[in-house]
């Protein structure tokens, strides 16, 4: 019964299936977009990992993902969260070994799981030094004393995490420098590492000479988790030892939904099929591209194995100004901040058949300066502040400076910061706002960010363009889709491309 009703409604608007029925038809059309039936099913019940939709709009909340400087410092703790970082941070962990043995000090540190592509940087505790040797995979480094600090006796080993490292056969630690404590047995395999040796005061009395803020504190700059960019041909799915670090957000967030250690472990192949693999990599080629000397969008960040997938997820999207939404396949569309003229025919009064709207923003509720931080490489890694974006015409209008903090430490440039700031902007204070509940025909705009709208009571019945906020809500059996939205200034939104 389910079944009929559902293809009358379906008839009712024009849609076509492939087969007598619902339950046995692989696809139905509306005005001629096909409609996966098993999407569908799919679109009902949207996976949580569309919840946090637009980015910017997420950054706003403050997600719960580890602060740039939370990765500066090693910690101890008896059972730590795992972390993993997409291109490069500056990161310590957490002690798998501190131990002083013959009048030394031996330390290992865990700071990444899994491999990472290259150490670029070291620091002592927030001073950047050099080292005698490259910082390569399990090369034994004597640091550098920078000016006006010792350091004469330190030496550290990077190991890149890979799964034939063995920490306990190193040159620097290994049984017999930790009195064996640490053997073979410790090999920390997949696990890339900081291993660190500090030698004795000769004599004790030269101690704060030589260690002037006691025993060194390391962290790495480095080419975090290798990621596959389908656009590389040198690259192959099937090796990751071809994989390489990335600065483009939309491979990093592509690895995070697939990544079964760390990420959420969808299965690459239903997740991006090739329609919808082309789709992501348009928008990744949309954040490589020129804006003014650098790369429109970079991304760069670390998380915790226990962190919200939405607030990673979050963090990724926010960095830009990224729109998650299924399409009417059911396959997952992202749309980077780039406006993009809506191509579909506008949504009218026709199939409009019922609707909520609001004018403006309610005056306690509005928000007219974003205070932006992110994070500064040039300052240590850490979070940092440009000028906040105004809306100076509503602070005049309101006689009040109404602030919201927008974190952006997943973005590394200050001029990205100030573009998505802007973005940000403009979403918080539409001019109209509300929903839609219209006929299975809004169907044809699912994993749409932008579309057309034409009816008497919005903008005097003019077309005009919305963005959607939410995800759409499809029932079937009841004829209705359900579409939250935000009237948008298509002018402006170009401006900022």
């Given at each position: 019964?389910?079944?009929?009703?559902?293809?009358?409604?379906?008839?009712?608007?024009?849609?076509?299936?492939?087969?007598?029925?619902?339950?046995?038809?692989?696809?139905?059309?509306?005005?001629?977009?096909?409609?996966?039936?098993?999407?569908?099913?799919?679109?009902?019940?949207?996976?949580?990992?569309?919840?946090?939709?637009?980015?910017?709009?997420?950054?706003?909340?403050?997600p719960n993902v580890p602060k740039p400087e939370n990765g500066a410092q090693p910690l101890k703790q008896s059972v730590p969260s795992r972390q993993r970082a997409y291109w490069i941070n500056r990161l310590s962990g957490y002690y798998l070994l501190f131990l002083g043995a013959g009048g030394n000090s031996q330390d290992v540190i865990a700071f990444h799981s899994g491999r990472i592509e290259e150490a670029i940087g070291l620091y002592l505790h927030d001073t950047s030094v050099s080292t005698s040797g490259t910082l390569a995979d399990g090369q034994y480094c004597v640091v550098v004393p920078p000016h006006d600090i010792a350091f004469e006796f330190v030496v550290v080993t990077i190991f890149y995490g890979t799964d034939t490292q063995n920490v306990g056969a190193s040159a620097l630690i290994n049984s017999g420098t930790t009195s064996g404590v640490w053997t073979t047995d410790f090999a920390a395999k997949g696990i890339a590492c900081i291993g660190m040796g500090c030698g004795a005061a000769p004599d004790p009395s030269e101690f704060t000479k030589i260690y002037p803020q006691q025993l060194p504190l390391p962290s790495v700059v480095a080419k975090c988790a290798p990621v596959w960019d389908p656009r590389d041909g040198t690259q192959s799915l099937g090796d990751r030892s071809t994989w390489k670090a990335s600065p483009n957000g939309v491979v990093s967030l592509m690895d995070y939904l697939t990544e079964a250690?760390?990420?959420?472990?969808?299965?690459?192949?239903?997740?991006?099929?090739?329609?919808?693999?082309?789709?992501?990599?348009?928008?990744?080629?949309?954040?490589?591209?020129?804006?003014?000397?650098?790369?429109?969008?970079?991304?760069?960040?670390?998380?915790?194995?226990?962190?919200?997938?939405?607030?990673?997820?979050?963090?990724?999207?926010?960095?830009?100004?990224?729109?998650?939404?299924?399409?009417?396949?059911?396959?997952l569309v992202l749309t980077v901040g780039v406006y993009r003229e809506p191509t579909d025919p506008p949504l009218t009064a026709e199939h409009i058949k019922g609707f909520t709207w609001r004018k403006?923003?309610?005056?306690?509720?509005?928000?007219?300066?974003?205070?932006?931080?992110?994070?500064?490489?040039?300052?240590?890694?850490?979070?940092?502040?440009?000028?906040?974006?105004?809306?100076?015409?509503?602070?005049?209008?309101?006689?009040?400076?109404?602030?919201?903090?927008?974190?952006?430490?997943?973005?590394?440039?200050?001029?990205q910061a100030a573009a998505l700031g802007e973005r940000a902007m403009l979403r918080l204070n539409p001019k109209r706002s509300g929903s839609f509940v219209t006929t299975l025909y809004g169907m044809r705009y699912l994993g749409k960010r932008w579309i057309k709208v034409q009816h008497p009571l919005l903008e005097g019945g003019a077309v005009c363009v919305v963005e959607i906020q939410d995800k759409c809500e499809v029932d079937l059996l009841g004829g209705r889709v359900t579409i939250n939205w935000n009237l948008v200034d298509p002018v402006a939104l170009a401006a900022l491309n």
């Open positions: 019964m389910a079944e009929t009703v559902g293809l009358l409604i379906l008839s009712s608007i024009g849609a076509t299936a492939s087969a007598t029925g619902i339950g046995s038809a692989s696809a139905f059309v509306i005005a001629d977009v096909a409609i996966s039936v098993s999407a569908a099913a799919t679109i009902v019940g949207t996976a949580a990992i569309v919840g946090a939709s637009i980015g910017l709009q997420y950054a706003l909340s403050n250690d760390g990420g959420m472990g969808e299965d690459r192949d239903i997740m991006f099929p090739p329609s919808a693999l082309a789709q992501w990599m348009a928008e990744a080629d949309l954040c490589d591209a020129d804006a003014g000397g650098r790369a429109r969008y970079q991304t760069a960040g670390f998380y915790q194995f226990d962190n919200a997938p939405e607030s990673v997820i979050g963090k990724l999207l926010a960095s830009m100004d990224g729109w998650l939404g299924e399409a009417g396949d059911g396959s403006g923003v309610a005056d306690e509720d509005s928000v007219n300066q974003l205070d932006i931080t992110f994070t500064n490489p040039a300052a240590g890694y850490v979070s940092d502040q440009i000028g906040s974006i105004r809306d100076e015409d509503a602070i005049s209008l309101a006689g009040i400076v109404r602030a919201k903090p927008l974190d952006l430490s997943w973005v590394q440039n200050a001029d």
